[in-house]
């Protein structure tokens, strides 16, 4: 394997903080007070991709099986998701939002994102904004499984 470059290693480091400060600031755009960052995340999952069992939650958000019956059981007791048997395995349940749930994800998003687009407005020139789609197409590329040929 070849030794990573400075500048590559740069890069990684700007990155991640970068995206770490960003993260904190969207958390802070809305007030999520009553839900904790791993409910946060369960609840725009489920949103995003639609109703799943606890087991297939679990290895999406990369935890344990346990940590996310805890989320759903707090979720469930403010009325967010609720759970049916899997109408394919009677042995499983599923997970879907409640109507309340669905409000509250798609308002956190449209909040967040809302945010988001007014600073790019407010911060930056349309040749900026440019360039940073330009970056983001260029980063997309760590998303890959594989680098490309």
Do not use: C, N
Not at 16 to 42: C, H, K, N, W
Not at 93 to 111: K, M, Y
Request: a neutral charge; zero cysteines; aromatic letters at 2%.
């Amino acid at each position: 394997m070849d030794e990573i470059s400075p500048d590559a290693a740069r890069a990684a480091r700007d990155l991640r903080v970068l995206l770490g400060r960003l993260v904190r600031r969207l958390r802070e755009v809305y007030d999520t007070s009553a839900l904790t960052p791993s409910q946060m995340s369960v609840l725009t999952r489920l949103e995003k991709d639609g109703p799943a069992s606890g087991s297939d939650l679990a290895t999406a958000e990369g935890v344990r099986p346990q940590s996310v019956a805890t989320i759903l059981a707090a979720l469930a007791g403010q009325g967010l998701v609720h759970r049916t048997p899997d109408p394919h395995d009677g042995r499983r349940l599923v997970v879907r939002l409640t109507p309340a749930g669905r409000e509250r994800a798609e308002g956190v998003r449209q909040v967040r994102e809302e945010w988001l687009a007014r600073a790019f407005q407010d911060r930056f020139t349309d040749d900026e904004r440019a360039t940073v789609r330009d970056a983001l197409t260029l980063l997309d590329r760590l998303t890959l499984e594989r680098p490309p040929t």
